[in-house]
C-alpha cells in the first residue's frame, strides 16, 4: 500500500513538472520578448532563416531566429547562421514588408503583432504577424588602437674619466729692479771755484819762488 502511494505520487510530481517546464521551454524560444499569455505589438531582431532550418519550424514559412528585443542601430557582420535548437519565431503574412529569399541569413528588425502562446508543445513556435520589415546596418567595430610601444631605455653610458688637473703655470720671476736715478743736485760751480783757488794757491807759490833771493 505504501508502495502504491509513493508512486502514484511520484508519477503526479512528474507530471506537474512536464506542465511546469514545457511553457518555460516554450517562453525561452521566444526569446522573452512578452510572456506567453499576452499577445501585442512588439519590434524584434533576428537571423532570418527557412523554417525548415530550427527545430518545430514550418518548411514553407520564414522564420526569425534568436529573436531579441528591438530596435537596434547596427549589428557587427551582416551574415547569421542558426542551429536547429535556437530560439525562434513563425512569421506569418512576410509579403506586407516585402520579406524575401535574398533576406535569408542577414539580421533583420521586424514590427509587428506577437501572437500568444497556449501550446504546451516546446517544439511550437509563437507566431509573429509582420508589420514592417529591414536589414539592420552593418557597423564593423574598429580594432582599438594599440598604445605605442615604450621605448627602450639608453644603455648607460661609461663614466668618462676625470681629467687629470692642469699643472699651475709657473709665475714668471719679475725683472731686476732697474738703478735709481739719483736727483741731479750737483753743481759744476763749486768745482770751478776749487779748479780756480788751486790755481791761484799754485800761481802764488810759484811767485815766491821767484821772489826769493838767491844765494
Known sequence: MTFEYIHRATIGV???????????????????????NQSGQV???????????????????????????????????????VDSGADALTLDNPEKAS?????IGHWVQIGGR?????DKDPDNLRELDVLTAKLVPVV????????A??????????????????????APEPPPPAPKKL????SPVPAMGLVGLLSLAVGFT????RLRPRA
Open 14 to 36: 512528474f507530471a506537474v513538472s512536464l506542465v511546469a517546464v514545457g511553457p518555460a521551454y516554450a517562453q525561452r524560444r521566444d526569446g522573452s520578448l512578452l510572456p506567453q
Open 43 to 81: 519590434t524584434a531582431v533576428g537571423c532570418l532563416v527557412r523554417g525548415d532550418a530550427v527545430r518545430g519550424g514550418k518548411k514553407d514559412k520564414y522564420t526569425l531566429a534568436r529573436p531579441r528585443r528591438g530596435p537596434v542601430a547596427s549589428v557587427p557582420e551582416a551574415s547569421c547562421t
Open 99 to 103: 520579406i524575401t529569399d535574398a533576406m
Open 114 to 118: 506577437l501572437e500568444s502562446e497556449t
Open 140 to 147: 564593423i567595430p574598429r580594432p582599438a588602437a594599440q598604445p
Open 149 to 170: 610601444p615604450a621605448p627602450e631605455p639608453a644603455p648607460a653610458a661609461a663614466p668618462r674619466p676625470t681629467p687629470a688637473p692642469a699643472p699651475t703655470p709657473m
Open 183 to 186: 736727483p741731479k743736485t750737483a
Open 206 to 209: 810759484l811767485r815766491s819762488f
